[in-house]
């Protein structure tokens, strides 16, 4: 009994440090990662559904990690944005997707706005706006097929100068999308003020459509509110042809989830969605 208490504390002692450490490990292997190539971008495809064709893509960060294997944002963006790198990482991002999309509209194939994530932190760095410009002169890729993505968040939402950047971004030319929202903080109000393109219908919606009916009048007053508004709505998170069918009731057309397509490492989003059109 007294080897077991020894042991669990010794276990419960060692989680506790891993726990502090690993962060710090995780961190450091990042910045490493940067400059290793092991940061790699999939490309999930957006679809008509009405046409049953591709229109667009969100480009999502992995890490192949050499030990580890393939670990997902979610487990190192909020590690790069404790310790600073998210702005590195963000920036790396958006010019490889804006390279990758030139290097497939130079191919020939037909052109598609992506779209990329940014974090609360990155969409307030002073300097975010000539940031965008720069990658763009990078990479030679006309500004409308760039598409960004913002979280709805109390962060983004309440910042005094929230409204001016959002519509020096879309000076530049570049499209902006509200991510995830019903999930956070924006009241429905703010759809009016934010000058916003896209609303992207946060996957809880699409898995309560099926459930019940309150759920699916919610979503329905959304994309209605939206359609007053002139503001594009595309559901993530879509799985099923009920749920695409429910959509296009509503008149939500624009789809992105699993029914359709998972990310794909670019040279397979290249091979199944470009090649053949
Ligand atoms: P998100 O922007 O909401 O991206 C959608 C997530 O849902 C992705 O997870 C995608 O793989 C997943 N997904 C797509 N379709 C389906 C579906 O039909 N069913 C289900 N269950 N899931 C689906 P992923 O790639 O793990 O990304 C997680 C989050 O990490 C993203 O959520 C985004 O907030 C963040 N993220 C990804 N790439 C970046 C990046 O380059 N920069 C920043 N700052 N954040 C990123
Ligand atoms: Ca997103
Ligand atoms: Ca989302």
Same mark, same amino acid.
């Given at each position: ?31 490493r990662a940067i400059?290793t190539n092991e940061l790699a ?22 890490w192949r990690h050499p ?44 052109? /598609?706005?992506?779209?990329?994530? %940014?974090?609360? @932190?990155?969409?307030?760095? #002073?300097?975010?706006? =000539?940031?965008? $410009? ?55 109000? /703010?759809?009016?003020?934010?000058? %916003?393109?896209? @609303?992207?219908?946060?996957? #809880?919606?699409?898995? =309560?459509?099926? $459930? ?64 053949? @059109?």
């Amino acid at each position: 009994m007294a080897e077991r208490n020894i042991f669990t504390l010794r276990l419960e002692d060692m989680k506790r440090r891993v726990s502090k450490v690993y962060p710090r490990v995780m961190a450091k292997e990042l910045k490493r990662a940067i400059k290793t190539n092991e940061l790699a971008v999939y490309y999930q495809p957006k679809v008509d559904t009405v046409t049953g064709k591709v229109v667009g893509a969100e480009a999502l960060i992995r890490w192949r990690h050499p030990n580890r294997g393939l670990i997902m944002p979610d487990q190192f963006i909020p590690v790069a944005e404790k310790a600073g790198i998210i702005i590195e990482i963000g920036k790396w991002m958006m010019l490889e997707v804006c390279r990758q999309n030139k290097s497939w509209q130079d191919k020939g194939y037909s052109k /598609y706005r992506i779209s990329v994530n %940014i974090s609360a @932190l990155e969409f307030h760095q #002073s300097n975010l706006v =000539e940031e965008i $410009k720069q990658v763009l002169k990078k990479s030679g890729l006309e500004a409308k097929y760039l598409e960004i993505e913002l979280t709805e968040s109390k962060a983004v939402i309440e910042e005094d100068q929230t409204i001016d950047k959002m519509k020096e971004i879309k000076a530049l030319g570049v499209k902006l999308a509200l991510d995830d929202f019903g999930t956070g903080y924006s009241a429905l109000g /703010y759809l009016k003020v934010l000058p %916003i393109d896209i @609303l992207k219908l946060d996957k #809880s919606f699409i898995t =309560e459509l099926e $459930k019940d009916t309150i759920g699916r009048d919610i979503t329905a007053s959304i994309i209605r509110l939206a359609d007053i508004l002139d503001i594009g709505v595309i559901a993530e998170g879509v799985e099923t042809r009920a749920q695409i069918d429910l959509l296009a009731a509503m008149g939500c057309h624009i789809v992105q989830g699993y029914y359709y397509g998972i990310p794909l490492p670019a040279h397979c989003f290249e091979e199944l969605y470009l090649k053949e @059109l």
